[in-house]
Structure formats: structure tokens, C-alpha cells
């Protein structure tokens, strides 16, 4: 049996029997810490849809706030009004927005219409105030004339969404109109602009005339680069990890992933690309890049539990910006197994630095360097280990990274299937990563592939190895709002050279299992055994996965999964033993990725092995 959960240590607690809270969220329940109003006034509301076909209806009801905010009280009578009041615009803007022009919204308050009241209203307080909606949608609209002037002339306005007798919504005539100037952008044109946008319906026709009119401007490349709000990160810096470079041809695109890249560093809160609003006496359009530094340092603690390893903690103390140039210094410790034994020197120890400096050479290189000690003791083997290791990954492209580096690293196993044994290694590890996926942490398109080799030397025992991995994950929604995403993962791993598995580290074979591979089953329990019971490692492995994430609400979600692996001692794998495990999980949405909570059973249990596992985690499984 295997139960494991981890929390980040923060604002976590219970507030009452109806309501919890997790890193200050309400999961369920009502929240009673929430801002409280002066003069509190409560209201009900009786929206009357009777007439509304269902997609209006919807459409209506959840652009409503009084409805979505029924159980909040508004602040004085007169609140009550203005909030009637905003809601009609609302809700107004919705039937533009479903091409009903001729609608008209309706809103009373204690039983007067909302444009007869007072400008100071009083109504009793012995009960909540009573609200009432009712909506005359009107016939729905299409688009009659359409007239594309100034720059856009020459367009085609079907190209944009506009069509004679099609869609007339607002958002459509909107979109059509903010595209064009966009693509005008995206030819270089910085200063293009909408200079007129006249929409009349026609009641009697039912019709909206459209014309957009649109002033390209000059084309012009990118001019003088400007910084400023920072007050530790190096200007000079900035502007060279950017990558917007004098002379270059002005692109919207290119201006937002320099945006993206400089938030990622982690050491701005904020990052903001202004242009000019007018052109340099060269021609050229200045910009300047606003950022606003974040906390610099930090530190965290965690903790974990598994009915097999016991308790676990962790802690970690982090510099995002050591030398001013967004390099960034973390040190993290950690110490589990505490409850599993009562033997202070069987239990799991690990201490690690790690540097990391973007901009190392080139604008696209980052240079990482690391030391970490590790006191392993999984049942698979002792081991004892310190590892230093440096390397740099080049950004290829947006979605391509290479990375090379060497690593050295001393190992002392012992009390594994080939007893005590030392290993001092020295390793080139070498990377290509291809990344498409839409979020990192719950992508609904796109993929994942990776592959990589690390030729080693075991100097002991002169031994010369290599292992070569690779894996692939594919992620594609369903729905208009991708309320079903179906994901899946293949990796695989082989281990070529050496005369025997016990020349290479213990630390270094192949092993499955858990909530990073095949859940169901424990930690590394997947590996080849010898006769007495004791794993040996393998020399090469599969695994595949497949799950359908489905949201049941915007919130809350459950993932079917099945989980196949194989870990066999040949160099390639021969899938002699497949161990396959499934389950379901529960997602819950937060704005820092999605907190899993899984649970699955192996379909073909090792004897004395593992019956079930649960897992537990922030971010989607792969």
C-alpha cells in the first residue's frame, strides 16, 4: 500500500465546518473572511427568461452580476440601483453582442423601474430588496453594407468576419476591425490605428451597416531602446536578454516574447513594452521597456507523507538576482523516511546549490552549475552520492533547446543485489528539447519531446557506458472551451556497454513505478529481480500513459488514467514484463497550476507488493 501527499507550507487552514481554505482560496464553502461592506443591503433577484431561447439565456444570465453576486450584499440602498444599473449596460452589451439590437432590458427594484427611483432611494430592511430582469431579446440582426476605407480599402472584408447577411455581433465587428490593425502591425507598421468604426442598425431591415476605416502609417524599423523602473537588474542586461535590437524590423510578436522571456527570468513582477506614439526623426519607433522588480529572495519549507517512506520535509532559501544580472543562487535541503525507521543514518538526506546565469555568452545561453549530496536508501539499494555538474542550454528557437554540459559525480553503494560497491563517473550529458505545448502546467495542445544521451565514464572500474533516453507527450482539447483534454506520454531508456548492470551505479540502472511513471505501484518498484527477492535494476525501459482530463466545473475536474511500464535487464526493451496500472484522479484549478490528487491500483500486483496508491501533487502528471 502506498499513500503519498505533499503540501507547500502556507495560509492553510480550515475556517469552518462549511468552508476550506488551501493557500488562501476557498476549495468549497462559503467564505467569511471576505471584505466586508458598510450598511449592508441584501437583495433577491427574479430574472425572467421564459422568453430568452437557451444560448441567450445563458449568454444573459452569466453576464449577470446580480445574479452571480445574489449572495453578497451591496452597500446601501443606493447600491442596490447602481448595481441594477451596471447590470442593464451589462446586459445590454450582451444582446449587441448576440446581434439584438432592438432588445430592451427591463429592471425594477422593490417594484420600480430603476430610471423612476429617487436619487436617493429608501427601502425597507425587514427583508432583502427584490429585483426583477425581464428581457425583450428583439429579432436578431445581420450585417448589410460593408465598407472597408482609408488604408484598408483593398482588404477583403470576408477575410475579417464581415459578410453581407452573416454574424452582426459586436464582437465580431470589434475583432474585425482591432485584426485588421494587427495585421497592419505584424507588416511593420507601428503607428497603423482604427480612425473610424460607425456601426447603424437599421430597425426596419433588421440590418447593420458596418464601416471601418484604418490609417496604416509609415513602416518603420526599431529604434532607440529605453529602460526603465529597475532598480538592481543591470539596464545594459535587460535590454540584451530582450533581444529587441535597433535596426530590426518592427513585429507585435516579437515584442511580446521578449515580454514573456524577461517575466520568466522571475525577477520582475511586472513587464511592460510601451512604443512611441510617434516616430524618431531617422524613422525609427523608440520603445522603452517598463519593468517593476519583484522579491529578490525567498525561502520555503514543505512537507510530505507516505505510508511507505514515512515523513518527509523540505526547505530551501533562493537569490533571483545575485550579481544583478538575473542570475539566481538556490540552496534546498530535505530529509524524509522520518517514522519509516528508527535508524537516524537509514533515513533519506539531500543538500543541493544550484546557479543559473541567463545570458552566458549569447543572449539565447544559459549556464547552470550544481553540487548536491545525496544519502539514498529506496529498497532497491543504499546509496551514498555528491555530484557537480555544469552545463549551457541554447535556445534555438522559441520552441527548440539544445543543451550540453559534463558532470562528475562519486557514488558508494551498498546493500544492493551486488553488494558494496564505490563508482567515480564522469558523464557528458546532452539534450534536445522540442516544447509546443499552450501552458506548462496544464497544456491542452501541443506537445513534449525530448531526447537525450549521457556518455559516461566509470573511472574504478574503467568502465565505459552510455544512456539514451527519450520521451514524448501530446496534449489535444475537445470542446469549444476544452473541457475534455486527452493526454498521453511514451518515454523510453537504454543503457549500451559495460560487461555487467553491477559495472554501472546502482543510481545510474532503470527503475519504474510511482506517481512519476506507473502509478499503482511503489516508488522504483518496477525493475527486474534476481532469484532471492532483490531488485537489480534494468538496462532498459518503456513507459506509456493515457489520460482524459475532464472539467466539471471550472474549478474541479476528474482524469481516468492507465499507466503501462516495463523494465527489462536487455539492452532494448523486450517487454517480458509489463506491469500496468489505473486509476482516477480529481483536479482543482488554482492560479499556479492544477493540485492532483490521485489514486490507482496495479492490475498485476507483485507478490507482497504494493495493493494501491495515492498521490498527491501541484501540477498535472506529465
Known sequence: MAVAAAIALGPLYAGNALAFKLFGMTLWGEDD??????????????FKTDNLDKDLKEALTESSMLVSDKKKPVSGDLGVVIKARDDRDRLIATLYEKSRYGGVVTITVNGTNIDALPPNPAFGRSKPVPVTISVDPGPIFT?????????????????????????????????????????FKNEGHPLAKLTKRDVVADHQTNRVDVALSVESGPVAPIGNVGVSGQKSVDPDFIK?????????????DELKKASDRLRKLGVFSSVTIREADKLAPDGSIPMTIEVSEGKQRYFGVGAQYSTIDGFGLQGYWGHRNLTGRADSLRIEGSVSRIGETTDVGQLDYSA?????????????ATLTAGLKMQSLHPDAYDADTITANGSLAYELSDQDTVSAGGEVSYEQDSTDAYGDQNYLTLAIPLEYVRDTRDNKLDPTEGYRASISAKPSYEALGGTVFSSFEGSISGYQGVGANDNVVFAGKL??????????????????????????????????EITPYNSDGDALGGRSYATASIEARVKITDKIGIVPFVDMGSVTGSTFPDFSDVRIGA???????????????????????????TAYGIYAGIGQAF
Do not use: C, M, W
Request: no cysteine; aromatic share 10%; net charge positive.
Open 33 to 46: 473572511t471576505a471584505e466586508q461592506v458598510s450598511d449592508p443591503v441584501r437583495y433577491t433577484v427574479d
Open 491 to 524: 518515454s523510453l531508456g537504454s543503457l549500451i556497454g559495460s560487461n555487467g548492470i553491477s559495472d554501472i551505479p546502482a543510481t545510474r540502472r532503470f527503475y519504474a513505478g510511482g506517481g512519476g511513471s506507473v502509478r499503482g505501484y511503489a516508488y522504483q
Open 240 to 252: 540584451r536578454y530582450a533581444r529587441i535590437n535597433e535596426g530590426r524590423p518592427y513585429s507585435p
Open 352 to 364: 543541493g546549490i544550484t546557479y543559473v546565469r541567463p545570458a552566458t555568452f549569447y543572449p539565447s
Open 143 to 183: 450585417l448589410g453594407k460593408i465598407s472597408l476605407l482609408g488604408d484598408a480599402h483593398s482588404l477583403d472584408p470576408a477575410s475579417y468576419g464581415l459578410v453581407p447577411g452573416g454574424d452582426a455581433g459586436s464582437l465580431t465587428i470589434l475583432k474585425a476591425g482591432d485584426k485588421i490593425v494587427a495585421d
Open 583 to 609: 486509476g482516477v484522479g480529481v483536479r482543482y484549478a488554482t492560479p499556479f497550476g492544477p493540485i492532483r490528487l490521485d489514486v490507482a491500483v496495479p492490475l498485476r500486483k507483485y507478490e507482497n507488493g
